[in-house]
């Protein structure tokens, strides 16, 4: 009976060591310094900083990932953000009528509208070294990061842009009630490319590999062509409005209104076949308005209550399988392997530590990031998905610490 009694509070202290994790396995609202009831248009990183556009209240930056926020809006006339960009220690602002420029971490603005007039900047997006914005205007690019900017509407025939993307040598332009505008020559000029779209209403895009995603006003579509043709892939999302995308690997999320019981974050692992609702720990609904992915947490924007993160290795497949304490770092070999298109690659560390594992193609090109986070003492799995993927081999490696291992997979279709 005493060996019993001590077997359960044993097992009961194990469980409490594991698995009891304020914060951890849900969605917890992260606004200290910027208020609970923000509207939250954009986010962006860089350098080490988060930056979030508002509406009405600026911009706000985070140089703890999201955990703390102040108000950077020196020199920053027009508050009303309805966009951001980031490139190296340049970075610009789209406001209700203007384009503002940092260079020093948003500790200070200044103009950046020479030849662009007013208008509203919805979207702005850097392709290589080349700065495009999409205005209630039209689109507009710069080559000198935002000193001067051109007009660059050949043949664009609605003048409202929300979104851009580019995809090998093509850039996309998502547009309010024209569709999804193709350029073949750097913004020369433009291509409506609506085949199998059935709502014109874009606003938001996501590239992963040849699949471009496009978030509607009537849910998401994929071309598989480079728009020539586009399919609806909304099954497990009902009547939503897709504002935003975050891609880490081949794991896609969605920032949606769901029409009308309010918002939502969905999550496919399978371009888009089919979409789970991510929802825990949101005491409501909000409208999801923006994503970013920024260490090991997915950062999410609202319309109405500010910021919100999750941990990405609680929702992109990875599950602690053992609660004992393992006694030295291991990798394993992945199983099935050869594999199609999912395999299972198990891991162990003895420490808490920041753990990364990352696939490979034969190239040495990183093709998916599977973990990017702190996690405890444990045996783990994680499924990845090579449907994307061509076959041939690949390699998978973990580091932890001072710990590195790599392993060859095989995906044979």
Partial sequence: MKKTIFSLVYLLIINSFFFVDDGIC???????????????????????NIFAGTWGSGVF????????????????????????????NNIFAGTESKIYKSINNGGSWSLSANGMGNTGVNAIFFSGTDLFAGTNNGIYMSTDYGTSWIPKNNALTSGIIRAFAVSGSNIFAGSYSGGVYKSTNNGGSWTAVNSGLTNLNVMSFSVSGTRIFA????????????????????????????????????????GTDIIPSGGSIFLTTNNGSNWTQMNQGFA??????????????????????????????????????????PESFSLSQNYPNPFNPNTIIGFQIPVSVNTVLKVYDITGKEVAALVNQSLKPGSYEVTFDGSNLPSGIYFYSLTAGKYSETKKLTLLK
């Fill in 215 to 254: 978030g509607t006003a009537g849910g998401i579509f994929v071309s598989t062509n480079n728009g020539a043709a586009w399919s609806a892939v909304n099954s497990g999302i009902t009547n939503s409005v897709c504002y935003t995308f975050a891609l880490t690997g081949v794991n896609l999320f969605a």
């Fill in 61 to 88: 930056v985070s140089s703890n990932n999201g955990a703390n926020w102040s108000a950077a809006n020196s020199g920053l006339s027009n508050l009303l953000v309805f966009s951001l960009a980031a490139s190296n």
């Fill in 26 to 48: 849900q969605w917890v609202q992260s606004s200290n310094g910027l208020g609970t009831d923000k509207y939250i248009n954009c986010l962006v990183s860089n350098g080490g």
């Fill in 284 to 325: 409501t609904t909000p409208l999801v308005s923006s994503l970013l992915i920024s260490n090991g947490y997915l950062i999410a924007g609202t319309g109405g209550s500010s910021v919100w993160r999750r941990p990405l290795s609680e929702m992109i497949g990875i599950r602690n399988t053992g609660t004992e304490i």
